[in-house]
Structure formats: structure tokens, C-alpha cells
């Protein structure tokens, strides 16, 4: 009891100077954004405003893709984007195919700088007004990805947490840990018709959050 | 109190109305020849009036060099500064005009000496009332004043109570006040060059604040900042800072400039410092209820700046496609808000969806530079590839391939390209990967491209 009140007594005297750092935060309805593909929409619910979402898998197993398919949904319907692009691999001339109006997305290219891109990508954040941040991960060598501080996804997700925007990073392995609020798996399996690429059969896992039914679906990527 | 200044003849090169400023800053010019000045306060600089008076036809006389005008002036003194104009315009020498004794003073004047312009009435109206009015007998200010108020109202409206209260010396106007052309530039020289640009903020930021102060009181915003540094060596340090949108915030600018001055710093230190810009109007927008956020323009040039100096200049922007088959072939351009949907894209867009059943495209990740690739083929069919480079290798058994399709442009140039392209599938490690290869027919090197994801 003694202890429960110097508790009380002490945040009543540090309120003063760090005001509402002992309030517990309300989580408000969350509002999605929808990714374009409704079988990831299904699985989903839509991607997450105000949180980081994670999209993860070996090459050519749909990332981009799904990247594409977003950004496409996402300039369609006004919203301004960004994509920063660690390792320089956007390419518009395939991407203009999918219908991503370009006049709404800002690029920026970082030539492999790992630093630069978190940094970009806090610069970002911190202009608020994006509905879509990308941080495309998806070349980083997972030893590397896994070597990235958790301070830095801990301030990303306390950036957005009160802003409409959906941070979504691409990678090889899972490296947000715990703070992206929808982590999903992708498995790509290449379609041949004859001597043709037809379509990339991309199986996508949900692994956060938990679900005892729905956690898996899948859709097709047309070449 | 109202003081007229009237010359006969002014030359072309002499300006009375700068003259006038040298008393007061409230000036109005009549005509060229003309001014009245607002002396309302002049006292404790000229002394009384009529000491103003003297001191104005006085320093007219002088020399250039000593603030004068080099020519004799009439000058009247009056509270209204109509009166003013009529007596300074048709008495010579200083008038004074006691308050309510303005009939006094201008009672004699003919009718055809009342100048109606004054008013804002015009010529063919103002004549027909005063040949009424001659018709009637009136020939004087003293007679066109003792009209009864309203009888002149019955019989000649408001225009003719206009030229009659114009005739006593009653109209009740401000002056239309001739403001001095705006200057959006301001500069500084500096008494000891700076080197660091930590100091130079400050410059900068004492000279924005003038800047945006002036462009504020004229309502006015800019869209271009030019910054002209002298330096220690004699050269000059020139910057254009162009804003998409206009905008007139001093903090916001000083940021800019600095970020800017940090990626081209002067290349000496710096002895002098001007800032001008073009002045346009505000933008003014109002968004729609139900259209998403987007970044404040003000935050985006900031974050722009910021990133390109993290990035560099050449490697932010929206991406714009090039006119050209070429591979990979795009621009960056500076990146602005767009406002408004684009119909013809969201049309492709909805066409795009209608043709493919709204499924994904294939994405594919471009290898910038591509990765020089050696190739084991089989009668030309590709079954091996391995390739390395600074950040990504590429190796592996091609258990899958499609292709060659030929792909040639710009045969005209020198730098024409002609390749020949394949889809193949690589199985290292049990893990199947797409990748997009090539072998250009000039050199019959093999090059990896990226792969598809």
C-alpha cells in the first residue's frame, strides 16, 4: 500500500515536467488502407493506418508485386506515397504497367546506404501527410537486416502511431519484431505455360497478428 | 492641416512628389506640378504652418545638392486640402488658409478656376451644371457657396452639392496617397568576412525577416529566392532557391537556405550578403471534405531539402518516363503535390483493371549497374549463370527458361543498343528464383538485369 502510494505521489510530481508519459494510450478504431489485392484485403483487413506493416520473403516470392499493387491503390485514391528505395531497384518503366500515378510518389533512391535510408524514412515520417511510406528492405542481406537496431523501429512505430500513414517495410526476414502491428510471409511459386512465364503463385502467411483460422490465402501475379 | 505645393513649370527631370516626401510621407500628386502633403503632426520638425510654409518655398530654391528643386513654388496651407489646391494653384507666394475661413481666401475665384476633377466628377456632367449655374448669375466660390443646401440638392442633385461644398472649401476626402514602389530585396556588408555558415544564419535570418515583413504588409508571397554572396576573393557566390509553391514564412526560407548552403557552400568567406525575390500572389486552395491528408508544402520543401542533402539532389523526385524504348529508361523531376486527380490516368488505370480482372502485375527489382554475368550455354540455351557484384550475387542451375526476344533502338546513335533477352529460373540451395538475363549483341557480354518478385 505504502509502495502504491509513493507511486501515485511520484507521477503526480513528475507530471509536471513529462506530462502525459504515464497515461496509458487509447488505441482509437483502427482505419486501413487497402492493399489492392482482395485476397490480401480478406486476410488482412487491410493494411493498418498509424502502424508499420511487414512484408517479408526470399526473392521472387511477390514482394514487389504487392508493393506495386499498393502503391497503384494507393495513388489511385489521392493519397501521397513515398518509397525509399535502399538499394536503388524501383523500376518505373515496369511499374508505370500496374497504374501507379508517379506524380503522387515520391522516390528516393539510397545506393545501398542502410543509415540513409532510416534516416530518410524518419525524415518522412516526421513531414506527416504521407498515407504510404515504403522502406524497401527487400536486397538487404537478412544477417544485416537482422543487425538493425530496434530503437530505430521502436521510434518509427512511435512516429506513426498517431498519423494516417501506413509504414510499410519490405524485406527477407522478419525484422520489425515486435513492432509492426500486420507482419505477412510471402512464398512465390513460378507458373510456366509451355516456354512462357504465366503467373507467380504467391502464397502469403499471415504470422501477426495470430489467428486460429484465417492466416493464409493466396493470389497470382500475372507476367 | 494640408499644404499644396504647385510650380508652374517642373522639369522633366525633377520630381516634385520626392521633393514632397523630404515633409511628409503622406503625399498625395495632383498633376505633374501638383502635390499636397498631409502636415498633420509636422510641428515639432517645421515649427507652425505657416513657418512650414517658408521653409518649403525656401528649400525649393535651392540647388539639387542641397534638397531643392532649383524652382519658385506656391504654397498654400489649409484644412482642407482643397481649398489648399485651389489657393496654392491660383495665388502665388504662401497662403495660409485660417480653418472655416476658407471663403475668405477663395470667395473671389471665378467658377471656371473650380477644379471638379478633384471630386471624381466628370467634365460633361460638371459643365452642364455650371453653365446652369451661370444662367442663375452665380460667377464666384462665395455665390455657388451661399445657395441654400436644399435647393441646390433639389435642382442639381448630388453633383451639383459636391461642386458646391468644393466651391466653400467642406469636402471631406483622404488624400490618395501615392506609396513608393515596394523593394523585395534587402543586403548586408559586412565589416569582417565569415567563413562558417553557423554566423551566416544569422545574416540570413535578419534579411529574411525583412524580406517576408515586406511581403507580408503588401499581401504578397514569393515563389524565388536569388542570394548573392560577395566573397573574399573577389568573385560571387550566386543561389536561386525556386518553390513550387509560393510562400512567404522567414523560417521556413532560412532553413532552405542553409540546407542549401550547406551542399554548395561559398568557396571563400563571405564579405557581403543580398537577398531579393520575386513577389507573386499567395496561394490560396481549398482542399476537399473528403480528399486525403497531404503534406503540409511548406513541411514537404523542408523534408525535400533535407532528404537531398542526405540522398543528393539527383536521387529524389517522382520518376518520369523517357520517350524511348530503352531499358530502364526514366528521369527524376522535382517532386510537387498533385491536387488534382488526373482523369486520363485514372481512366488507363481503370482500364488496366478491366483487361487484367484487377490481378497484380509481376514485379520485377532493376540491378543498377547490371551484373556482368558469366553464362554456360548449350547450343545458345543458357544452363548455368553466376554473377557477383558489390552487393548481390547471382548463381545457379537454370532449370527453366524463356526466350531469346530481341530487343534493338537507337540505331542512328552511338550509344544504340541491341540485346537479346531471357526469363530464366535458377535453383540454388532447393530455392527457385526469377531473373531477367541478357547478352548484348555488339559486345556478347551476358549481363543479369534484376529479377522478378
Known sequence: ?223 | MFACIHAQQVPAELSLTEFAYGFSPVVEEVRSGTVVIDVEGCELLFGSAYQLGKEVAQRARKPRTEGGVEITVSVAIAANPDAAIHAATYLKGITFVSPGEELACLGEFSLDRLDYSLIDVEKKVAGELLETMRLWGIRTFAELAALPVAGVSERLGQTGLKLQQLAAGKTERHLKVKQPEPVFANSLELEHAIAELEPLSFIFARLLHQLCATLNAYALATNELCVSMQLEDQTTHERKLSLPYPMRDHKVFLKLLLLDAEMHPPQAAVRAVSINCEPVKPRVLQNGLFVPLAPAPDKLELTLARLAKLVGEENIGSPTLLDTHRPDAFSLKHFTLATKPDIRKRRKIDNRKLATGNRPCLGFRMFRPPLRAIVQADQGWPTQISAWGKQRSVYGRVVHLAGPWRTTGDWWRDDRWARDEWDVMLERAGQQTLYRIYREIKTENWYVEGNYD
Not at chain 1, 508519459?21 to 490480401?40: C, N, P, W, Y
Not at chain 1, 525509399?84 to 518503366?93: G, R
Not at chain 1, 511510406?133 to 502511431?161: C, N, P, Q
Open chain 1, 1 to 223: 500500500m505504502k509502495a502504491a502510494v509513493s507511486k501515485v505521489e511520484l507521477e503526480s510530481d513528475m507530471a509536471s515536467r513529462f506530462g502525459d508519459a504515464f497515461r496509458l494510450h487509447e488505441k482509437s478504431v483502427v482505419e486501413t488502407l487497402s492493399s489492392g489485392i482482395d485476397e490480401i484485403d480478406v486476410l488482412s483487413g487491410g493494411l493498418p493506418r498509424g502502424s508499420i506493416t511487414e512484408i517479408f520473403g526470399p526473392a521472387s516470392s511477390g514482394r514487389t508485386s504487392l508493393m506495386y499493387s499498393m502503391l497503384a491503390y494507393a495513388t489511385a485514391h489521392e493519397e501521397t506515397c513515398a518509397l525509399v528505395d535502399t538499394n536503388d531497384v524501383f523500376a518505373p518503366t515496369i511499374a508505370t504497367e500496374t497504374g501507379i500515378d508517379f506524380d503522387r510518389l515520391l522516390w528516393v533512391r539510397c545506393a545501398g546506404n542502410l543509415e540513409h535510408a532510416f534516416k530518410a524514412t524518419d525524415l518522412l515520417l516526421h513531414a506527416g501527410g504521407f498515407g504510404l511510406v515504403m522502406l524497401d528492405l527487400g536486397d538487404v542481406a537478412g544477417k544485416d537486416a537482422r543487425r538493425i537496431i530496434s530503437s530505430w523501429w521502436y521510434r518509427f512505430r512511435r512516429t506513426v502511431e498517431d498519423r494516417p500513414t501506413v509504414l510499410t517495410v519490405i524485406s527477407e526476414e522478419a525484422c520489425t519484431r515486435s513492432c509492426a502491428a500486420l507482419t505477412l510471409e510471402l512464398k512465390g511459386a513460378p507458373e510456366w505455360s509451355g516456354n512462357l512465364l504465366q503467373h507467380n503463385a504467391i502464397r502469403v502467411n499471415r504470422q501477426r497478428p495470430l489467428s486460429p483460422w484465417l492466416h493464409e490465402s493466396q493470389f497470382r501475379a500475372i507476367a
